[in-house]
């Protein structure tokens, strides 16, 4: 029985395992999209942004408006009808100025406000909506995956163990909860693989051409890297058409050139017109101009073992403040590697077997290779580039191929009791990168009880709302060094407004040498989220200036409302900054 046959013969009856894997990929990746503060994730700002112009204008953005106008727009049509059902007039992001990536800090990149508590509504709620977007294609990729690994000779569970170890990973739930173009791209991308496949199983006619070019052409249109594509379309086609390296095969040349041109021909029909629009409006078909404009481009060549580092760990768990242990990424070393080892032994028995066609083994081969050489390309343009989503749809044909050779050592019931453990142990990987990574590092400011707030400093009463209940700081810096400033701050009444603290570093000659602007929660959450009867504690660091003459300078604090940028004036007080204290700046000699 041919693979399609099979995976159409299962469909009626899905494996167990497979039930598992999609059940717990929707439930872990809506716990990411649900708990993950919006703009967290890789490049969400700009991919949400993309669609609200989209949306709001119909237009697609310029180069000085958004970092992703150099992004193909397929991904942001199809969002844009989500996010007009929220606010697409407004884009309220507010950096927090207290991000820190050495884990003395926020990792906050924005500050959240209370908009994006639920029940979500305007802006928030089409923010969400998009994520779903997301969440709905990584469950077609997921059956994707299930699909190649079955056509290229995996039973059930083995398959469905391909499709967790790819898609149950805490990076692809994260990201897959998320708002971004890489959704779509791998989704087309596993698609277009399937089809090749299936085009090498039954051969050639001109609809199944013209389709698997229309794929490609929304792959294109998805994100450009799908044209690394290009060379295993090729071989596909020259083996469809009845081609071969044996002596005679030159005779389906021209078969198969005629499959090529037709293939050629739907992408053209679908992404020709983006092509040609990158081509006169910035000088190149994917719009290299643009990329220079939108992109940190490299100055210096890239460090490749740090860049294969950054993928490989970024494959399980990895973005700006976000990862797992260092000892873990060691571990799960193991895993990897006898994975590459059941892909060359399992491959070579599945040869001599006939289970796994080294047809499907080269075209895998191919693929990747293209897709990775894009990748160096890419690399070598921009700053950037370790990380693992940039090459999802390069992955997933060689994990299904993983699966397909791990049949081939295990007897049946041997490989569904090792799919049902992977499958458990990488959900449990995730749940773990969830709840002991990303909920602590996003968690509020911590809240403590009032009797055990320590009396240091002088209360300072904020308007009506916002009481600075004590706070306390070392009076010698270095120059060039931090001042570490402890809080601890009380809400008195409910609801108050998104309030920043700016601290000042004051000469006696009045300038203002250091200052900072962002939450009293040092970046954690927005006043407007607080809740009253519990006191909030936090920590600032105020960076010195390396140049600063040594000297006494003052301390002060001020509050605004985020909103108009209107000072509370502290009680008692006709102007709105109030000293803290006194600051002596050391010679950092």
């Known amino acids: 029985m041919s693979p399609w046959r099979r995976l159409r013969s299962a469909r009626g009856v899905p494996s167990p395992q497979l039930l598992l894997v999609a059940l717990a990929y929707v439930g872990l990746a809506a716990a990411w999209s649900v708990c993950l503060p919006l703009g967290e994730a890789p490049d969400e700002p700009g991919h949400y942004n993309y669609a609200r112009i989209v949306a709001a204008e119909g237009r697609l953005p310029a180069a000085q408006e958004e970092h992703e106008a150099f992004q193909p727009p397929l991904y942001y049509a199809m969002a844009s009808v989500l996010v007009r059902l929220g606010d697409a007039s407004r884009l309220p992001l507010v950096a927090n100025a207290d991000f820190r990536l050495d884990g003395r800090g926020s990792v906050n990149l924005l500050l959240h406000s209370r908009e994006e508590a639920f029940p979500w509504a305007g802006w928030a709620l089409g923010w969400h909506l998009q994520r779903l977007l997301s969440l709905s294609l990584g469950l077609l990729s997921l059956y994707g995956i ?13 398959a469905a163990m391909a499709a967790g170890l790819f898609c149950l990973t805490p990076q692809f739930t994260m990201l897959h909860g998320s708002a971004t173009n890489d959704s779509l791209a791998l989704c087309l ?6 089809g090749l496949l299936r085009l090498k199983h039954r051969g050639f006619s001109e609809r199944r051409l013209l389709a698997l070019g229309a794929i490609w052409g929304l792959g294109v249109l998805a994100k450009a890297s799908l044209l690394a594509a290009a060379p295993a379309i090729l071989l596909s086609a020259w083996w469809g058409s009845g081609g071969s390296c044996a002596p005679g095969g030159s005779r389906h040349i021209g078969r198969a ?7 050629l021909c ?13 081509a006169l409006v910035h000088g190149g078909p994917l719009g290299e101009q643009l990329i220079r404009q939108t992109n940190a481009v490299r100055s210096e060549p890239p460090n490749w073992g740090a860049e294969l580092w950054g993928l490989y760990r970024s494959y399980w768990f990895r973005y700006v403040g976000l990862g797992l242990p260092e000892w873990l990424y060691l571990a799960l070393l193991v895993p990897t590697l006898g994975a590459l080892g059941a892909l060359l032994i399992g491959g070579l028995r599945a040869r001599q077997r006939q289970e796994l066609s080294l047809r499907a083994c080269a075209l895998g081969l191919l693929w990747v290779g293209a897709f990775f050489a894009a990748w160096v390309r890419w690399a070598l343009t921009v700053q950037g580039t370790d990380q693992a989503r940039l090459l999802y749809p390069a992955l997933a044909p060689p994990v299904a191929l ?27 990987l995730n749940l773990y ?12 400011a911590p809240r403590v009880l009032l009797a055990s707030v320590p009396d240091a400093g002088k209360p300072v009463q904020f308007g009506d709302a916002l009481a600075l209940l004590a706070y306390r700081f ?22 108050p407004p998104n309030l920043l603290l700016e601290l000042r570093l004051t000469a006696p000659d009045g300038s203002v040498p250091a200052w900072k602007r962002g939450s009293p929660s040092a970046g954690r959450d927005t006043t407007d989220r607080w809740a009253s009867g519990a006191a909030i504690y936090s920590v600032h660091r105020l960076a010195v200036p390396r140049e600063l003459p040594p000297g ?19 009680d008692g007080m006709a102007q709105p900054i109030v000293t803290l204290g006194t600051v002596t700046v050391a010679d950092q000699g």
Not at 189 to 194: E, Q
Not at 412 to 420: E, I, K, S, T, V
């Open 189 to 194: 991308g596993v698609w277009l693989f399937c």
């Open 257 to 263: 050139m005629t499959g090529t041109l037709l293939v």
């Open 266 to 278: 739907g992408a053209g029909i679908v992404c020709g017109w983006w092509l040609a629009r990158n």
């Open 433 to 444: 990168a969830f709840g002991c990574r990303m909920l602590p590092a996003f968690a509020p």
């Open 146 to 158: 299930y699909t190649c690994a079955i056509a290229i000779g995996a039973g059930a569970a083995c």
């Open 474 to 495: 070392l009076p010698e810096v270095p120059a060039g060094g931090e001042l570490t400033l402890e809080m601890w701050w009380e809400v008195r009444r409910p609801a």
């Open 552 to 570: 006494s300078y003052s301390l002060q604090a001020g509050v605004l409302e985020a909103e108009g940028g209107q000072w509370w004036l502290p």
């Open 402 to 428: 993983a699966a397909g050779a791990t049949c081939a050592l295990l007897r049946p019931h041997q490989g569904a009791r090792l799919a049902m453990a992977s499958i458990l142990l990488i959900a449990g």
